[in-house]
Every structure is written in C-alpha cells, then in structure tokens.
C-alpha cells in the first residue's frame, strides 16, 4: 500500500527557515515525480515546487522561485523542501505528492505557521 509519510513543519517568526521531509513506501519511488502543495484556508490549493522522477528536472511556484528548494534522495525513497526567507504568507497546510500518470499519492499534510 503506498504511503507518504510527512515530516517537519512548525512554527517560525518572518525570515526564518524550515524542513519538510516525505519518505515514501509501497510504491517503486524512482520512477514517481514528486511534488509539494500547499493550502491555507479559504484558499485553493497551490503548487509548491516539484521534481521529476530522476531528480533532474525542478519547478517552483512563482512567490517560491529562489526562496524554496525541492530536492529527493533515491536511496532513501525520501523528498525534501527546503525552505527559506519565510514569509507570514507561507502560513498553510503542506502536502507531499507523488505522481506518475494518472495515479496521485497523497501525504497526511503538516502545518507551517509564519508570524511576523
């Protein structure tokens, strides 16, 4: 059974910096592109930054460009976001996805909170 399994997150003051690690299970991870969203409430939910399967290929959401990096370690099945130079409205539910076609797994989503 797949599983996305989330960590990281919390709560940090402007300008401040925070993880999100998802380690993935059931599934061949290698050959899934990763990716991150994000919603806040009221809110649709947005791109956060993505990967391709073979780690080559990255995008980013457009308020995300220079501020977050995605990363992904084959070996340990696992996905990072790093992210940088946050901001209060980076403040929402986060989510890990991994997809392959048609077939979207969803991590639980951890909280990040921004105050200024």
């Known amino acids: 059974q797949a599983q996305l399994v989330e960590s990281g997150g919390g709560s940090v003051h402007a300008g401040g910096s925070l993880t999100h690690t998802c380690s993935a299970r059931g599934f061949t991870f290698t050959r899934y592109g990763m990716s991150w969203y994000r919603q806040a409430p009221g809110k649709e939910r947005e791109l956060v930054a993505l990967?391709?399967?073979?780690?080559?290929?990255?995008n980013y959401g457009d308020s995300m460009e220079g501020r977050f990096t995605i990363s992904r370690d084959q070996a340990k099945n696992t996905v990072y976001l790093q992210m940088n130079s946050l901001k209060p409205e980076d403040s929402a539910m986060y989510y890990c996805?991994?997809?392959?076609?048609?077939?979207?797994?969803w991590g639980q989503g951890t909280q990040v909170t921004v105050s200024s």
């Open positions: 996805n991994a997809f392959r076609w048609d077939v979207n797994y």
């Open positions: 990967i391709g399967s073979t780690g080559e290929h990255t």
